[in-house]
């Protein structure tokens, strides 16, 4: 009897300090003013606030940039050119030269500019005193319908384009790191708020069974039981505090301020364990697929780097026609350049001339062109390819969300048979017909019904972002 009342007080003892540490790390968490914290508010900050977000607008910022700089190839020019030599008291000659160049869309180039020239030693070709001159040069074979210039400014325009594409899949991942870290502490949560629940179920079933045994209804061996019981739900729920606390430091790594500065996930903060507990219907798989095709910056960008390829192909393709430019002047006097212009005019007052160069075997125009269809080529097989790779994961985490759906309602059901064989087996325990193991066991067994529920909802959850986050449509 000594041995029992010595074993007793030792377990009253540790019920004391079970009680005393369970009442600390409950009311500790219990007594602060939560505050839920759902996706929809947590997915807005990542928006605005996350560094990758911000990265990612800023390839379309880049994009304008290169764009802007394509556009230069248009810009009006203006050019000096001028020279004065005076020796031993000569002049022997001075030139100005001031002259401004259009480069138009069209392949034409516009010039106008005036001279004033002098000296005694001139050379032969240049005019005394002050002329003008108004011209154009057009490239009537190579560059007449695409050249280095306007095919710099169509690939920045399609650049541009592209880079939204390069944005929507930065923010794609992002969003879908995102869901996942957010769906994780959610399901800690749930974990640490069963195990908190279990173990004041356990802690006050240990009260009765103590007094029980005061009283000598039960056994000693009963209080060892409903304390063992007490002992593994501390520990399971700690751990699952542990893991709560760590997956909100996950989810701290998306959390950033205005003023682009970290911050850490308030310890008030909780999860919205009421859309944890939903299930959406699935999608339809052939739309998600379909969406994809259309939508999928991963799949556009390639669009994007075909059309760029086609305008190469374009510019290759005058690489096997000849130069042929043209250039012609009207020339006037003083600095007017088209006062007194009329057909007998322009018959005595111009300046023509024309450039033409052509490589008899064409090899560097044909290799080019080759190179640059075998890249299209090319290109389209990596289209093609990556289409089936990603209708395939597309299909793998529908397939993958459907059966967890499945899994998930079974559980469920399993949930509510063993909830109610523990309502049972308490009932029969509390008419002395049943033994605390039993009950126990049974509680164990509800216990690992709800593990497996918040294990396969973590992953529903996971694998229905997965399957947006395969076609390509997290925004």
Do not use: C
Not at 14 to 26: C, G, K, N, V
Not at 173 to 187: I, P, R, S, T
Not at 283 to 289: F, P, S
């Amino acid at each position: 009897m000594a041995m029992q009342q010595t074993l007793f007080n030792m377990v009253q003892k540790a019920l004391i300090l079970i009680s005393t540490i369970f009442l600390f790390t409950t009311s500790t968490f219990a007594q602060q003013k939560q505050e839920m914290f759902t996706v929809d508010a947590f997915i807005q900050f990542v928006k605005q606030f996350h560094p990758l977000a911000k990265q990612a607008n800023l390839q379309v910022d880049k994009a304008a940039a290169e764009l802007l700089s394509a556009k230069g190839g248009f810009d009006p020019a203006l050019t000096l050119e001028t020279s004065n030599k005076t020796f031993d008291g000569k002049n022997y000659y001075y030139y100005t030269n001031p002259e401004v160049k259009i480069a138009t869309p069209i392949g034409v180039d516009i010039k106008t500019g005036l001279e004033n020239n002098g000296g005694l030693f001139l050379t032969e070709e240049a005019t005394a005193g002050k002329t003008s001159y108004l011209g154009v040069e057009v490239a009537l074979a190579k560059g007449l319908l695409m050249d280095k210039r306007r095919a710099t400014l169509r690939q920045a325009r399609i650049f541009q384009n592209q880079s939204e594409q390069e944005r929507l899949k930065m923010i794609n991942d992002l969003l879908f790191d995102a869901y996942v870290a957010y769906w994780q502490w959610a399901g800690n949560y749930q974990l640490f708020s069963i195990y908190n629940k279990f173990l004041q179920i356990s802690t006050d079933r240990l009260r009765l069974v103590r007094i029980a045994f005061q009283n000598g209804d039960r056994s000693l061996m009963d209080t060892v039981e409903a304390f063992t019981q007490v002992q593994n739900f501390q520990l399971l729920q700690t751990e699952a505090l542990l893991k709560f606390n760590n997956a909100g430091l996950e989810l701290s790594n998306f959390l950033w301020l205005q003023n682009d500065s970290p911050v850490l996930l308030p310890k008030t903060y909780v999860p919205d364990t009421v859309q944890f507990a939903l299930q959406t219907e699935n999608q339809v798989l052939d739309q998600l697929i379909t969406r994809s095709t259309s939508e999928n910056p991963n799949l556009r960008a390639y669009d994007y780097k075909l059309g760029a390829l086609e305008v190469e192909r374009k510019l290759k393709m005058q690489s096997l026609l000849p130069v042929f430019n043209v250039k012609a002047n009207l020339l006037n006097k003083d600095y007017n350049v088209i006062k007194g212009v009329d057909a007998a005019f322009l018959q005595n007052n111009y300046k023509f001339g024309v450039d033409f160069k052509m490589p008899l075997f064409l090899r560097e125009g044909r290799g080019e062109y080759k190179k640059t269809q075998l890249k299209i080529k090319e290109t389209n097989f990596e289209l093609s390819n990556k289409r089936w790779e990603t209708e395939n994961k597309i299909r793998y985490y529908f397939n993958e969300n459907t059966l967890l759906s499945q899994q998930i309602t079974t559980v469920q059901n399993m949930y509510k048979n063993y909830s109610l064989l523990l309502k049972n087996e308490e009932l029969r325990f509390s008419q002395g017909e049943s033994s605390l193991f039993l009950v126990n066991t049974r509680e164990n067994k509800v216990i690992e019904s709800l593990q497996k529920m918040v294990e396969l909802r973590i992953k529903y959850f996971k694998a229905k972002y997965a399957t947006e986050w395969a076609a390509g449509l997290l925004r």
